[in-house]
């Protein structure tokens, strides 16, 4: 303790305190920190933008003009080809954000600590051959000359025991961080694909019970003529059936789609003597509702086979 104390008086009547030494050591750590989490939340916005593009994107080239030009125009089978390309870039590019933001919480948090108990990170900086005290009788230019040197010397002599437990600290946080985020978002993503098939099943039956009817009585039939409940209740929508109208309105938020949005199918009957059904598919004006069904106008439509 005397020596240590002895270290530390030298260190000190030098203009060195060991206490600056490990706030500016956290300081400088504290602004890497925030770089990478500034980084890291910039990228994010440029993601989200991305995934919103990809999505509007395919939905375009989902739909009979976006088909018939990636079939006959080079530019637009071009652009079909990198929409997908950047969509299966999506899901590396959102991990490789979650380590960022993990290294920089980490980051920040050793920060915090060395500058709220800046002795005891001195020591562990000590500890780890990341610094050294100065020897009584040596200067402070002997000490400046061979710091860089020695640092990167001894950095490599440092035994894995010492190393173990912070990295492995790091590592299972890193770990835990990243299996906590990917759950979350295949939950999130399971329900949403759950509420999807739901609602496209609900209006496949009523455009095909619909279809039925028409067929042997040339006339619109009603949720009852339907055998269909007129008023349904789920935990996800509220679907309701009228002689010319199914929708579907939806409960919750389907990630960035909101509550209340509205999905139809309408149903006329056209013509006097030769009278036909016609059935109308409506999708929320909103795009982040229309992605989540990009095939809700193709319900209950028989697949037209194009030639070789």
């Known amino acids: 303790m005397a020596q240590e104390n002895e270290k530390s008086a030298l260190t000190e009547s030098l203009g060195l305190a060991p206490v600056r030494i490990a706030r500016l050591?956290?300081?400088?750590?504290?602004?890497?920190?925030?770089?990478?989490?500034?980084?890291?939340?910039?990228?994010?916005?440029?993601?989200?933008?991305?995934?919103?593009?990809?999505k509007m994107g395919l939905a375009r080239y989902n739909n009979f003009t976006g088909r018939f030009a990636a079939q006959n125009f080079a530019e637009d089978r071009q652009l079909l080809k990198l929409l997908k390309e950047v969509q299966n870039l999506l899901p590396t590019a959102s991990t490789a954000l979650s380590i960022l933001m993990v290294t920089s919480i980490l980051l920040?948090?050793?920060?915090?600590?060395?500058?709220?108990?800046?002795?005891?990170?001195?020591?562990?900086?000590?500890?780890?051959?990341?610094?050294?005290?100065?020897?009584?009788?040596?200067?402070?230019?002997?000490?400046?000359?061979?710091?860089?040197?020695?640092?990167?010397?001894?950095?490599?002599?440092i035994p894995l025991k010492k190393l173990s437990i912070p990295v492995g600290v790091v590592a299972g946080v890193v770990i835990l961080c990243l299996v906590v985020s990917n759950c979350h978002d295949k939950i999130q993503e399971g329900s949403t694909a759950d509420a999807v098939d739901e609602l496209q099943q609900q209006a496949l039956s009523y455009i095909t019970a619909q279809r039925d009817y028409f067929a042997k009585n040339k006339t619109l039939g009603n949720a009852k003529a339907l055998q269909l409940s007129d008023s349904l209740s789920t935990d996800v929508f509220t679907y309701k059936v009228t002689p010319s109208r199914f929708t579907a309105v939806s409960n919750v938020a389907l990630g960035k789609c909101p509550a209340g949005s509205r999905w139809s199918v309408s149903a006329t009957v056209k013509g006097v003597f030769n009278k036909?059904?016609?059935?109308?598919?409506?999708?929320?004006?909103?795009?982040?509702?229309?992605?989540?069904?990009?095939?809700?106008?193709?319900?209950?439509?028989?697949?037209?086979?194009?030639?070789p």
């Not at 980084?39 to 919103?52: E, F, G, H, K, Y």
Request: net charge positive; glycine share 6%; hydrophobic share 50%.
């Open 25 to 54: 050591i956290a300081s400088l750590i504290a602004l890497m920190g925030m770089f990478l989490l500034l980084i890291q939340r910039v990228l994010s916005a440029v993601m989200v933008m991305a995934a919103d593009g990809v």
């Open 108 to 157: 920040l948090v050793v920060a915090l600590a060395g500058l709220a108990f800046p002795r005891q990170f001195t020591h562990i900086l000590v500890a780890l051959k990341l610094l050294r005290w100065v020897q009584p009788g040596e200067t402070m230019e002997t000490s400046d000359a061979r710091s860089l040197r020695d640092a990167l010397t001894k950095f490599g002599n």
């Open 276 to 307: 036909e059904l016609s059935l109308y598919r409506g999708v929320p004006k909103d795009s982040s509702c229309a992605v989540l069904t990009p095939d809700y106008k193709q319900l209950g439509r028989t697949p037209q086979k194009t030639a």
